[in-house]
């Protein structure tokens, strides 16, 4: 079957199962910014059923990948798509909650993309694992565009949007890193370790 297909396939079935995998815009930015700045080895938080990990290992045939993902149910569904895609042996999956993994590789790119209140802590775990020059990448900082409205929000919503909000903050303020905002998608930030 033609990968084009398959991964229709994908962007079809989170559709379908409200899984929140990275919007068009989005993951068209993060892929043209793998191939452009030869990022070669990749850790993402949050793999969800293997999308982003799938589309950013397309990019060239010597992109290894590590994904983390607490959820049992799409980590299996994750296996099983990345087996199809037959990307087995260049993207490694994690079954567990990202706080409980310790990693001692390096990587050019870390990817955060998971539990949208906890990025300061993912950023501050897993820095240390990045390169010098590379990148810390963000996903889910409009948040569906609840960042920035004024709308009356639940309790719990504004605590969230709260946190995201903290975390831009904190970017903004990190002097080891240069962090850029894109609009794309739901909101990207991409921070270059100095
Ligand atoms: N990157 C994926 C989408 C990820 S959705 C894509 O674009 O295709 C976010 C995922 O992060 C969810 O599946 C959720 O279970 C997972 N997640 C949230 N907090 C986590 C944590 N602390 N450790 C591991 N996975 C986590
Ligand atoms: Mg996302």
């Known amino acids: 079957m033609f990968t084009v297909f398959r991964l229709w396939l994908l962007e079809k079935y989170a559709k379908k199962y409200n899984i929140p995998i990275m919007q068009k815009e989005g993951i068209n930015f993060l892929t043209k910014f793998i191939k452009e700045n030869n990022v ?16 950013m290992a397309l990019v060239d045939n010597d992109i290894n990948v590590v994904s983390i993902e607490r959820d049992e149910d799409r980590y299996n569904k994750a296996v099983k798509n ?18 409980n993994v310790e990693l001692n590789e390096k990587f050019d790119l ?29 996903d889910n900082l409009k948040f569906h565009g609840l960042v920035e409205s004024n709308e009356k929000l639940s309790k719990n919503l504004r605590q969230l949007v709260k946190k995201i909000k903290d975390y ?18 739901d909101g990207i930030s991409v921070s270059k370790k100095r």
């Open 168 to 185: 831009i903050e904190f970017l903004k303020e990190n002097r080891d890193y240069e962090t850029i905002f894109y609009d794309f998608g």
């Open 40 to 55: 070669k080895n990749i850790l993402e938080i949050g793999t969800a059923i293997g999308y982003s990990a799938i589309k």
């Open 82 to 99: 990345i087996k199809k895609f037959k990307l087995n042996n260049r993207i490694k999956l994690i079954k567990d909650d990202a706080f």
């Open 110 to 138: 870390i990817f955060i993309d998971a539990a949208k209140a906890q990025s300061i802590k993912f950023f501050n775990k897993f820095e240390k694992n990045l390169n010098k020059n590379k990148y810390i990448i963000t």
